[in-house]
């Protein structure tokens, strides 16, 4: 009689025992997982906000250029300086808005596919002044420029501040 209750004790303590143990490994992958999860998740959003920091970056630079090189009168407009400082802000721009656009939906894309497209104009503006042969350099239609780069600024903000804005109680 004696043998069976040790036996049944011991053969409780071995199952309780390995049960506790299962339980205890599924419960460490699990949270092993959650965090390989969570550090994937974090990479991913570091990159994210890399990337569209330097996408504002580049779009206030190539703004303050245009901006910069269109109140300059043609003769202190040179073909290097247009090469080096205008065509330049303008390709890192482009770089960026490619690297950035697998983070923006499609109409966010649209609007700063719009921006480029407006940036574009400015930089043909000042290539007339660079390249003049005394014709009066393409306008730059600066309400249509101010308002795609507001818009765009404002897509790169919202991209940026409304994950964290919802995150905040």
Same mark, same amino acid.
């Given at each position: ?95 960026? %808005? ?7 939906? @499609?109409?966010? #894309?649209? *609007? =700063? $596919?719009?921006?480029?497209? +407006? /940036? ?24 249509? %420029? ?7 600024? @404002?897509?790169? #903000?919202? *991209? =940026? $501040?409304?994950?964290?804005? +919802? /995150?905040?109680?």
């Amino acid at each position: 009689m004696v043998s069976e209750v040790v036996l049944s004790a011991f053969v409780g303590g071995v199952a309780g025992s390995t049960i506790t143990a299962i339980t205890q490994i599924y419960t460490t992958k699990k949270q092993q997982r959650v965090e390989t999860e969570r550090q994937v998740a974090e990479f991913y959003a570091g990159r994210k906000v890399e990337t569209l920091t330097n996408l504002h970056s580049t779009l206030d630079r190539c703004y303050r250029v245009l901006e910069n090189y269109y109140k300059k009168n043609s003769e202190s407009v040179t073909r290097a300086d247009y090469h080096d400082e205008v065509i330049s802000s303008l390709e890192e721009y482009e770089r960026a %808005l490619s690297q950035a656009s697998i983070f923006l939906d @499609e109409i966010e #894309r649209e *609007q =700063m $596919n719009k921006t480029l497209s +407006e /940036l574009r104009s400015g930089v043909m503006s000042i290539q007339d002044k660079a390249l003049s042969d005394g014709r009066e350099p393409r306008k730059i239609d600066w309400d249509e %420029l101010n308002s795609v780069y507001d818009e765009a600024r @404002e897509v790169l #903000r919202s *991209q =940026m $501040n409304d994950p964290i804005e +919802e /995150l905040e109680p």
